[in-house]
């Protein structure tokens, strides 16, 4: 049995988008890159057309594994967000109870997660620990540096 993945839409688009991508643009250029390198002759010594090869099986593995996690994504709408409580596509304002640092997280599911935009899943440690929760909450959040302990400031929808 597959596992449900859980997306925000913007999520959910941006996978739609990279798929679309690969299959209509991507696929085109690397199969051209592969007779390309044919041309060139013996493709036993080849270092062009192994590349070429080593990208199409990279591209075909990404699509479908694309393709398998948007069949199997259900898409969390705008509309069952709730922004009393930290669920999947909100915002959260989070303040270290040590060091009085503010942390903005959004919590996207864990195909969409991305740490240099504040973007961390729901099954992160962080993300798990303050599922649920509500504004002014605190939770003990087990990381792999120690526990740290944060409030919950704020909720928003993304």
Known sequence: MTEEILLTEEGYEKLESELEHLTKVKRREVAKRIKDARDFGDISENSEYDDAKNEQAFVEGRIKK????????RVVTKDEIDEHTVNLGTN???EDLDTGEIYNYTIVGSAETDPLNCKISHESPIGKSILGHTIGDEIK???PGGQTEYK???IKKD
Do not use: Y
């Open 66 to 73: 694309l393709e398998n996690m948007l069949s199997n994504a």
């Open 152 to 154: 919950i400031i704020s």
């Open 92 to 94: 959260v304002e989070l």
């Open 141 to 143: 959040v087990s990381t």
